[in-house]
């Protein structure tokens, strides 16, 4: 183009036909606005609703199902994380009662399971703080922390945890390799450390409180995320001076979202009142309404 242009007969050509390009442009538009503007409403209405989650099909983002049938757990999540933000503290300050009543409910509504702040007349220091990962525990007499991975990938996620040189306030989780069942192994792999020596009337009540908090159910969730995890009380701890409330396992800090970076991070600690024992370890699909 740039060869012909310099043609004289062709330079007349190409700037006769781009001016009456440019006045059928303008004629069509001037006679035309108004059909335009109708269709430019329609088509921003429609991409808004082609790229808006939920919207083209009238539903919310959180019914939206993917193409196995199974809702999005990350909505879901967003959900939960939506319907508690309001009632967390802005700093890492503990729970109001009032903020505590209210969370006990959004969480038992929104995870399907009976959470308490207080089970038995008993309660722990706090419900809201810092958690921190820790190592694996020994499980029973022998025990080793590669013993602990059952494939490659839980080798390259966990091991460089470490395990603890010592045992778990409650010692092993079997009293032998062999007498080790799935229910110890769930155990030790979702386990909690909590500050149960910082309970009121804990040293006067020893023995009555190490019973109750042994390897007792709670769900501990991420309120930033919505990422729930169901952990058993493992062990005590950490220290006031360290800054952090409780612990958790490898395991928990991945299901919350707190394993990279510090391995740190606020959540929500509450008992789970499961008599009957029917509520899983492990993390939680939250599902509003029901268990998933």
């Given at each position: 183009?740039?060869?012909?242009?310099?043609?004289?007969?062709?330079?007349?050509?190409?700037?006769?036909?781009?001016?009456?390009?440019?006045?059928?442009?303008?004629?069509?538009?001037?006679?035309?606005?108004?059909?335009?503007?109708?269709?430019?409403?329609?088509?921003?209405?429609?991409?808004?609703?082609?790229?808006?989650?939920?919207?083209?099909?009238?539903?919310?983002?959180?019914?939206?199902?993917?193409?196995?049938?199974?809702?999005?757990?990350?909505?879901?999540?967003?959900?939960?994380?939506?319907?508690?933000?309001?009632?967390?503290?802005?700093?890492?300050?503990?729970?109001?009662?009032?903020?505590?009543?209210?969370?006990?409910?959004?969480?038992?509504?929104?995870?399907?399971?009976?959470?308490?702040?207080?089970?038995?007349?008993?309660?722990?220091?706090?419900?809201?703080?810092?958690?921190?990962?820790?190592?694996?525990?020994?499980?029973?007499?022998?025990?080793?922390?590669?013993?602990?991975?059952?494939?490659?990938?839980?080798?390259?996620?966990?091991?460089?945890?470490?395990?603890?040189?010592?045992?778990?306030?409650?010692?092993?989780?079997?009293?032998?390799?062999?007498?080790?069942?799935?229910?110890?192994?769930?155990?030790?792999?979702y386990y909690l450390a909590v500050q149960t020596f910082l309970v009121p009337?804990?040293?006067?009540?020893?023995?009555?409180?190490?019973?109750?908090?042994?390897?007792?159910?709670?769900?501990?969730?991420?309120?930033?995320?919505?990422?729930?995890?169901?952990?058993?009380?493992?062990?005590?701890?950490?220290?006031?001076?360290?800054?952090?409330?409780?612990?958790?396992?490898?395991?928990?800090?991945?299901?919350?979202?707190?394993?990279?970076?510090?391995?740190?991070?606020?959540?929500?600690?509450?008992?789970?009142?499961?008599?009957?024992?029917?509520?899983?370890?492990?993390?939680?699909?939250?599902?509003?309404?029901?268990?998933?």
């Amino acid at each position: 183009m740039k060869f012909l242009a310099k043609k004289p007969h062709y330079e007349y050509l190409r700037k006769k036909w781009i001016a009456k390009h440019k006045a059928s442009s303008e004629k069509f538009l001037t006679n035309n606005s108004a059909s335009l503007r109708k269709m430019a409403i329609g088509g921003l209405g429609g991409l808004l609703l082609l790229t808006t989650p939920g919207m083209a099909s009238g539903v919310p983002s959180s019914n939206i199902q993917n193409q196995s049938g199974i809702e999005s757990t990350e909505d879901k999540n967003a959900i939960l994380a939506a319907a508690l933000k309001a009632d967390i503290p802005k700093d890492n300050s503990n729970l109001t009662p009032e903020e505590e009543v209210k969370i006990q409910s959004i969480l038992s509504e929104h995870l399907g399971i009976n959470v308490k702040a207080e089970l038995e007349g008993i309660r722990l220091n706090r419900t809201y703080g810092v958690i921190g990962g820790e190592q694996h525990l020994y499980r029973y007499p022998g025990d080793n922390l590669y013993k602990h991975a059952d494939n490659a990938a839980d080798s390259a996620m966990y091991i460089p945890a470490g395990i603890a040189p010592g045992l778990g306030a409650w010692g092993y989780f079997a009293s032998s390799e062999s007498a080790f069942t799935e229910k110890e192994k769930q155990e030790e792999k979702y386990y909690l450390a909590v500050q149960t020596f910082l309970v009121p009337g804990y040293a006067e009540n020893v023995k009555k409180y190490s019973t109750f908090f042994k390897h007792r159910k709670m769900v501990v969730v991420n309120p930033k995320t919505g990422q729930a995890v169901v952990a058993v009380i493992g062990d005590a701890g950490p220290s006031p001076w360290t800054g952090k409330h409780l612990g958790g396992s490898p395991e928990v800090m991945q299901e919350v979202g707190l394993a990279g970076g510090p391995r740190k991070g606020p959540v929500l600690y509450f008992f789970i009142d499961d008599a009957q024992n029917e509520v899983p370890l492990g993390p939680i699909k939250v599902r509003k309404g029901g268990l998933n």
